[in-house]
C-alpha cells in the first residue's frame, strides 16, 4: 500500500482537475441570483467528500445557503477529532471589475490557478479534502475527521452559528483546524494568529422625493450625493484615524513586544506597492503599514453609487445616494456596538436637509488563536516538514467570522493552517493560487493530521 | 375655408395622437445604443413636418446625431422670417429612477402626458410644429418659417454651433423663437428671460492598481471612494456657496431692483416643497430661493459610483471612483474658465495617495434675452389673448446651450415662448405635460407668428 504522500503526488493531476470543476460553479452567496448555483457546489462537494472515503456526509439546509458536513470517525474513540472548517461560496466576480479572464473558467498561468474562489477558500479547503483522501484511501486517517463547509462565509456566516449551537454534541472535537488565510511568501511559512471582525453596513441618505433637473432645482436642494460625500468626508480625520466618537475605546493597547514582532516581519512598504498598485500608503498616524492591517480597526467605503454615472451626461438633481460601509474591527470590539457608534455619529452628522439611514448588514467577531497549544505545535511541526523551515507567526486583516464561535460555542482550540500568499488577490480581480501551494498544502495538511494524532 | 385657430381645434385629437407617436421613440442622446432611435426621431419628425406643409425639409447629418431642418418661404421677401429652434433628443430615463409607468410609452393622467420628452422638448416644439401646420393648412403663414430642431440638446449641442456658423446665410431670419422652457403655473403665463449656462464635467478618481480584499489591505489605502467623497466634500462650503477659488469672481451682481422682481413672482417655500418633496431647502446663504435657481452659479454632484453598490455585501477596497459634476452658470461666466478653476482646485484637493482627473464633457453659455424687442412684443400679446392676463418675466435655471450662438453667431432676438410648468418634472422621473399647455401652446405659437408679422 502507497502512503498518504506518495497516494497525493500520484493523483495531483486529477485533484487539480477537480479543484477546476469546484471552481466553475459561480457560487456567489451574496446574489441572489446565484442561490441555485451555491447548491450545485454544495452538491459537488459533498459528492466528492463521498468519493474522498468519508463514512457520512450530509447537505444541510438551512435558511440561507446549504452547510456540507462530512464524518470519519474510523480512528475509533481512543484517538483525537480534527473539526476541519472551510467555505464554498465566493466574493462577487465581474469581468467589468478588470478580470483578464472569465473569472469561473479557471486558467493556468506562470504556476497561477486564475479564477474566483482558487484562493478563497476552494482551493485552500480543496487541499484538506484531498489530504482526507490521501488518507482515507492508504489504511485510513490516524485522527477522526469531521468536515464542515459552509456556503455564506462571505456573507458572515449568517446561518452557521446557530447550526453550531445546535450542533455540539455532534460537532464535538480535539481540535479545529482552517485553511483560508495567506502567508507573505511561499519561502517562509507563516501561521495566521489574529483575525479582525466586520461589521457591515449600508448608509442610505434620501433628498427630494424623485430626481429632479438639476437646472430647475440645483442650487437649493441639499444633493444627496454631495451629502452622502459630507458624511463619509467626515468619518476620518486628516490623521487617518477614524472620527467616529467612542471607535477604539475597546481597542487593546499594543504592547513593546507585539508591535516589534508584528513589525519584524511585516509588510515592507516595497511588498505593499507591489500588491496594491497604489501610489503611497496612507492610513492612521503612529502605525506601520503591518500594524494598520493587522492590529488596528478600520472604516472603509466598499462601494457607493447615486445618480447617472453611465457614459454621458445627464443632467440631474438625484433623489438618493447609497454607500457599502464595512469596519474590520480587532480584539475586544464588539462589531454590533461599533455599528452603534457609526450609526449614531451619522445621525449626528446628517443635516436637516436630508434623511438618512445607517443599516447593519452582517456582523463577525475578531477572533485569536493560541498559539501555545499542541495542535498549534502539531502545526508548526507540520509546515516545517514541508517548508523544511519554521513558520513565522502573522495576524491577519481579513475576518473568518465563525473562528470566535468555535473557540466560545465549541471551546475549541483553532489552528489557521493556511496554504494561501497574500498576494493572491482575494476578493478582487484575477484571485488566483499557486499551484505549488494547492499541493503542498495537502502534504502539509496529511502532515499535520499524522503530528496532531502523536501529541 | 376655416381659420388657424379653428384648425387647430379640429385636429386636436390627430394632433396628440401624433405626439404620442412622436414621443414613444427613445431619442435618448447620450446613450450610444439609442442612436439609432435618435435617427427614427428625426426621420418621423421630418416626414410630419413635410405632411405639415413645409415646402423643404431635410435631415441633415452631423458627426453626431442628425439636424432636422424645414423651410417654408410662401410668406414672400418683404415678410419676416421666424427661425423656430427646439429639441427631439431626450434625457435618459428608466423604470429603476421610480417612474410610475413606461417612459416611452406616453399615459394621459389627470390631464397630463406622463412620458419622458413629454415637456422637454417633444411636447413644446411639436405645438410649434402643428401651429405651423394650422397656418399653412390655412391659406398660408403670415411670416416665413424656418424650423431647425436638433438631436443634440441634450448633450449641449455638441455640433448645432458648427452647423449654425457654416449655414448663417440659409438660417438668415429676423427672430428666433423657442419653446423649451416653463412657467410657475397655467393660471399665470410667463415668459422666461434668462438661462443659465452649463459645464459638465466627469471626476476620476484611481487609487490601488484594482481592487483589493479589504481585510487584507484595508487600513493602508487610501480608499477612493472616500478620496472621491472628501474631494466633493471640499467643493462647498458649510454657507452653501461654491468653495472654489475664483468661481463667483465674473457674476455680475444683482441690482436691489432685479432681486424685487426675482423675488415678487418667485417659487414660493411651499411650492418648492411641492415640486421637489424635500424636506427643506438648501443653498448659499443670502439667496432666496429663486435667486438660488436662477440668478447664481451651482455646482452639482449629477451621480457617483464606486465599488460594490448592488444588494448585499462585498468587502471590496475599490481601485476607482466617478462623479459627474455640473455647474449651472450665470450671466458673464465663462464654462470653459470654470472648468479650468474647478479643475485646478480639485488638482489642489487630490492628496498624493490617489490620482485624479477631472475631464470637460461639454459646455453652454449662459444666455439673457431681451424683454424691449418688438418680438418680445408680439409674444406678450400673443400669451395676453391666450391666457387673458399679461404674462410676467421669470429667469430659468436651466440651459439652452444654443441660444448664445443664435445671438451672437446669427444676430437674432431670441424669444422664450415655453409651454412648460415648472412642476412638469422635466430630467427626471415621471416627466409630463399638460394637455392643456400643449393646446394653449399651440394656439399661442399661431397668435405669435400673427401678432409678429404685424409688428
Redesign the interface.
Known amino acids: 500500500m502507497s502512503t498518504p504522500h506518495a497516494y497525493a503526488r500520484q493523483h495531483s493531476e486529477r485533484s487539480l482537475n477537480q479543484l477546476f470543476d469546484f471552481i466553475r460553479i459561480p457560487s456567489v452567496s451574496?446574489?441572489?441570483e446565484r442561490a441555485a448555483d451555491v447548491r450545485r457546489a454544495a452538491e459537488w462537494l459533498a459528492a466528492n467528500l463521498s468519493q474522498a472515503g468519508f463514512e457520512r456526509v450530509e447537505v444541510v439546509p438551512t435558511s440561507g445557503h446549504p452547510i456540507v458536513y462530512a464524518e470519519w470517525m474510523g480512528a475509533g474513540p481512543s484517538a483525537p477529532t480534527v473539526l476541519v472548517y472551510g467555505h464554498y461560496d465566493v466574493?462577487?466576480a465581474d469581468m467589468a471589475?478588470?478580470w483578464d479572464s472569465n473569472p469561473f473558467e479557471p486558467i493556468l498561468r506562470d504556476g497561477f490557478i486564475y479564477a474566483r474562489g482558487a484562493s478563497?477558500d476552494k482551493g485552500q479547503v480543496f487541499a484538506q479534502v484531498k489530504a482526507a483522501e490521501a488518507l482515507l484511501a492508504t489504511g485510513g486517517a490516524p485522527v477522526n475527521l469531521k468536515f464542515i463547509v459552509e456556503g455564506e462565509e462571505?456573507?458572515?456566516s449568517l446561518h452557521l452559528g446557530d447550526f453550531v449551537r445546535q450542533n455540539a454534541e455532534r460537532l464535538k472535537a480535539d481540535v479545529c483546524v482552517i485553511s483560508d488565510t495567506?502567508m507573505p511568501s511561499i519561502d517562509q511559512p507563516a501561521i495566521c494568529y489574529s483575525l479582525?471582525g466586520?461589521a457591515?453596513m449600508e448608509l442610505h441618505v434620501w433628498?427630494?422625493?424623485?430626481?429632479?433637473?438639476?437646472?430647475?432645482?440645483?442650487?437649493?436642494?441639499?444633493?444627496p450625493?454631495?451629502a452622502?460625500?459630507?458624511i463619509?468626508?467626515?468619518?476620518?480625520k486628516p490623521d487617518g484615524s477614524v472620527s467616529v466618537p467612542g471607535f477604539y475605546d475597546d481597542v487593546l493597547p499594543l504592547s513593546p513586544e507585539e508591535r516589534a514582532a508584528i513589525n519584524q516581519r511585516g509588510m515592507t512598504e516595497e511588498a505593499?506597492r507591489r500588491?496594491?498598485?497604489?501610489?503611497?500608503?496612507?492610513?492612521?498616524a503612529g502605525y506601520t503599514?503591518e500594524e494598520?492591517?493587522g492590529a488596528?480597526?478600520?472604516l472603509?467605503?466598499?462601494?457607493?453609487?447615486?445618480?447617472?454615472?453611465?457614459?454621458?451626461?445627464?443632467?440631474?438633481?438625484?433623489?438618493r445616494?447609497?454607500?457599502?460601509i464595512?469596519c474590520?474591527l480587532v480584539a475586544n470590539q464588539n462589531p454590533q456596538r461599533i455599528y452603534e457608534l457609526v450609526r449614531d455619529y451619522i445621525a449626528q452628522l446628517t443635516?436637516?436637509?436630508?434623511?438618512s439611514e445607517l443599516r447593519l448588514?452582517?456582523t463577525g467577531a475578531p477572533a485569536y488563536t493560541d498559539i501555545n497549544t499542541p495542535a498549534m505545535r502539531a502545526a508548526v511541526v507540520a509546515y516545517q516538514k514541508q517548508w523544511g523551515a519554521s513558520p513565522i507567526f502573522i495576524r491577519?486583516?481579513?475576518?473568518i467570522p465563525i473562528v470566535a464561535d468555535f473557540q466560545t460555542q465549541l471551546g475549541l482550540p483553532v489552528v489557521l493552517l493556511g496554504f494561501g500568499l497574500?498576494g493572491d488577490?482575494?476578493?478582487?480581480?484575477?484571485e488566483r493560487f499557486s499551484v505549488e501551494m494547492f499541493h503542498r498544502g495537502i502534504a502539509t495538511a496529511i502532515q499535520f493530521f499524522q503530528e496532531i494524532s502523536q501529541s
Open positions: 451574496t446574489l441572489p466574493q462577487p471589475d478588470c478563497d462571505e456573507v458572515s495567506g479582525r466586520l457591515y433628498g427630494p422625493a424623485h430626481d429632479l433637473h438639476s437646472g430647475s432645482y440645483g442650487g437649493s436642494v441639499h444633493n450625493a454631495q452622502l460625500a459630507e463619509i468626508a467626515a468619518l476620518h505593499w500588491e496594491t498598485g497604489a501610489d503611497q500608503p496612507w492610513g492612521e503599514i494598520r492591517i488596528r480597526p478600520t472603509e467605503i466598499n462601494g457607493m453609487v447615486s445618480g447617472f454615472y453611465g457614459d454621458g451626461a445627464k443632467t440631474v438633481l438625484p433623489a445616494a447609497l454607500a457599502k464595512s474590520r443635516p436637516p436637509t436630508v434623511r448588514l452582517h491577519g486583516g481579513g475576518s497574500t488577490g482575494a476578493h478582487g480581480p484575477n
